[in-house]
């Protein structure tokens, strides 16, 4: 069954009271394959790791759990995401262990080689400008630094999401992707 326009733009950037239930609705759906994805992080103890597109921020409290001296932080584009990360991440906010702001993916508030790792589940959909988003979480990533990203490209995914909210990948197309951002961040360099 094809999901209606109006929940999937809620996906893209959750807002309101349809927006908070939403975000605990996904925070349910996508628990298996975050927990995956941080998995392939290969967390240190000291490493300084970003999530962009926390969303429910429950992955942001999974990693700064696995982390003993070193931060997590995260961006999402949406303010009601960043309210709901907020609250259930407090305690580890007011410790110092994560830090969350609002951002789009393709203007990442950090400087460059901030970050040993980098993780973004779900959120490739959306991006506008997809090779800028990857361009910038090169940006930010320490050289050697790695990416763990997860999305979803099969035939129900396909049949199920608005195409006019999302824009799916297949593994050469994000391969693709990543080369153009490679390219697009030499070029900034040489600037």
Request: hydrophobic share 45%; glycine share 8%; with cysteine.
């Amino acid at each position: 069954m094809r999901r209606p326009e109006f929940i999937a733009r809620q996906a893209a950037c959750p807002t309101g009271l349809l927006g908070r239930w939403l975000g605990r609705v996904m925070a349910a759906e996508t628990a298996d394959a975050n927990r995956a994805a941080v998995g392939l992080l290969d967390l240190q103890p000291a490493d300084q790791v970003l999530e962009v597109g926390f969303g429910h921020g429950a992955t942001i409290a999974l990693m700064a759990a696995e982390i003993s001296g070193g931060r997590v932080a995260g961006v999402d584009i949406s303010e009601e995401m960043l309210r709901l990360a907020t609250r259930r991440n407090q305690a580890l906010i007011s410790r110092g262990v994560v830090e969350l702001r609002q951002a789009a993916a393709e203007r990442l508030p950090y400087p460059d080689g901030r970050f040993d790792k980098a993780l973004s589940v779900h959120t490739l959909y959306f991006w506008r400008e997809p090779e800028r988003a990857l361009a910038e979480i090169r940006r930010v990533l320490k050289p050697g630094g790695r990416l763990v990203l997860a999305w979803r490209h099969d035939p129900e995914a396909l049949r199920s999401f608005p195409d006019a909210v999302y824009r799916f990948h297949d593994v050469e197309s994000v391969r693709r992707l990543l080369r153009l951002a490679e390219r697009h961040r030499r070029e900034a360099r040489e600037q």
